[in-house]
């Protein structure tokens, strides 16, 4: 990694966060909805639905953590969009900078933006009763886990931010990562399921991630599913990124 790579990478990401910080509502919208499917299933549909845990808000959370990085990802494809329909880029390829770096400050910057929304959803849930006996070590690895997703889903939220006709075809590509949480162990066991959806839920990668995610926060055994879990998000990370970066290319070829 040149230093030229990483100083450019730091003045377009320092460009990104102002932007940000000029629209704190960003991340207050990105918060909104999660902590609305929060409040929702807590104390609407908690009392319907047995998990076989004291805190229903306590097994909830991780699969709210996973929604909260899914719908914010759409803010990525919608700043690329607009700069990409500015004419920016262009601007930005008469200039000697590292062309990498472009993409990599909006993605960082959705890194950020992100982890601030995730801190505020696990703020609320402390308030609505979330409790955890993890650790350091616990706490550092649910860290690591959702920084690892952010960056592979926002890699995927690279391509329809370059490809998209439109803004709203920009944002739209969010809606199925933020329903797949739905079909998983995120709110209810997966035992609960009927076949065909129980085989399905079972393996795709947000089961495998809320179910570690949950395991660490009760300092239980993660077995396994910590390696499945990682797996998954490396492989979305390293196809994402080989096919975002094509995708980059071609366009500013």
Not at 151 to 174: H, K
Not at 222 to 240: D, K
């Amino acid at each position: 990694m040149s230093t030229r790579f990483v100083g450019d990478t730091a003045v377009l990401l320092g460009r990104s966060l102002r932007h940000i910080t000029r629209s704190v509502d960003t991340i207050i919208t990105t918060a909104i909805m999660p902590i609305a499917f929060l409040l929702l299933f807590v104390y609407v549909l908690g009392g319907a639905i047995e998990t076989g845990t004291d805190s229903y808000v306590t097994y909830l959370l991780p699969g709210i953590l996973v929604i909260t990085i899914a719908s914010g990802i759409s803010y990525t494809a919608f700043r690329l969009f607009l700069d990409m329909k500015s004419g920016i880029f262009e601007r930005f390829q008469s200039m000697p900078i590292a062309r990498s770096s472009v993409l990599w400050a909006h993605v960082l910057t959705s890194l950020v933006a992100t982890l601030i929304s995730l801190a505020v959803v696990v703020l609320v849930a402390l308030l609505m009763g979330f409790r955890t006996g993890a650790g350091v070590l616990e706490w550092l690895a649910v860290t690591g886990i959702l920084v690892l997703l952010t960056l592979a889903l926002t890699w995927v939220a690279v391509i329809p931010g370059l490809t998209a006709r439109s803004v709203d075809g920009a944002s739209a590509f969010s809606y199925p990562l933020i329903l797949l949480p739905f079909v998983s162990s995120a709110f209810v066991p997966t035992d609960t399921m009927p076949g065909p959806v129980r085989a399905f839920a079972e393996h795709q990668p947000v089961t495998s991630i809320v179910d570690t995610v949950r395991n660490l926060f009760a300092q239980q055994p993660v077995g396994t599913e910590i390696w499945t879990a990682l797996a998954w998000c490396v492989g979305i990370l390293v196809v994402a990124y080989s096919l975002a970066m094509i995708t980059y290319r071609r366009r500013v070829s």
